[in-house]
T-cell receptor
């Protein structure tokens, strides 16, 4: 049962344009959502998060949008840079639980 | 230490052997997590600790898998009688207080290959 889904395994974007990575979830009990970024041969690193009581959180070039009615969140990167090329994982967690549930990941390639 | 340290970086073993994977979290971090990641997939939760107490082991696939963190710092994930399907990247992560939404710091992982 895949509670967090990233349906696009890969995405290619031109440098300077917007990258939009999507994530869907099935469990309405999730209270917090996070995005992690992973470079080859490294562990995932935290990028940005959003609480379920908000619908938007912005940090520099990165913005996460949450649509609870649709059980959908997205990560916007603008402008995209070649250094953003990595695998991006969406993750979700419930209050009271330490278990962070990850999606399958989307590999972003930003071309110069 | 500066980051989460895992050892060994690579482990190749024969089917039926036991393996022990070590995780040294960031100093002072209360919570420690074990994840398993198959190629092309996201990390899959195995278990986690607050201090030395194992809070949730619901992700451990079967009773061949066990984990401990006896002094609330270093943790060991042990797989007994390994099988080929156990081959994966095993990742450890830690967080400062284990609060909701708090970011996890991941190690580089141990790549386990069972022949």
């Amino acid at each position: 049962d895949q509670q967090v889904k990233q349906n696009s395994p890969s995405l290619s974007v031109q440098e300077g344009r917007i990258s939009i990575l999507n994530c869907d979830y099935t469990n309405s009990m999730f209270d917090y959502f996070l995005w992690y970024k992973k470079y080859p041969a490294e562990g995932p690193t935290f990028l940005i998060s959003i609480s379920s009581i908000k619908d938007k959180n912005e940090d520099g070039r990165f913005t996460v949008f949450l649509n609870k009615s649709a059980k959908h969140l997205s990560l916007h990167i603008v402008p995209s840079q070649p250094g953003d090329s990595a695998v991006y994982f969406c993750a979700a967690i419930r209050a009271g639980g330490g278990k962070l549930i990850f999606g399958q990941g989307t590999e972003l390639s930003v071309k110069p | 230490g500066a980051g989460v340290s895992q050892s060994p970086r690579y482990k190749v073993t024969k089917r039926g052997q036991d393996v022990a994977l070590r995780c040294d979290p960031i100093s002072g971090h209360v919570s420690l997590y074990w994840y398993r990641q198959a190629l092309g997939q996201g990390p899959e939760f195995l278990t986690y600790f607050n201090y030395e107490a194992q809070q949730d082991k619901s992700g451990l696939p079967n009773d061949r898998f066990s984990a401990e963190r006896p002094e609330g710092s270093i943790s060991t994930l042990t797989i007994q009688r390994t099988e080929q399907r156990d081959s994966a990247m095993y990742r450890c992560a830690s967080s400062l207080r284990g609060n909701l939404g708090e970011k996890l710091f991941f190690g580089s992982g141990t790549q386990l290959s069972v022949l």
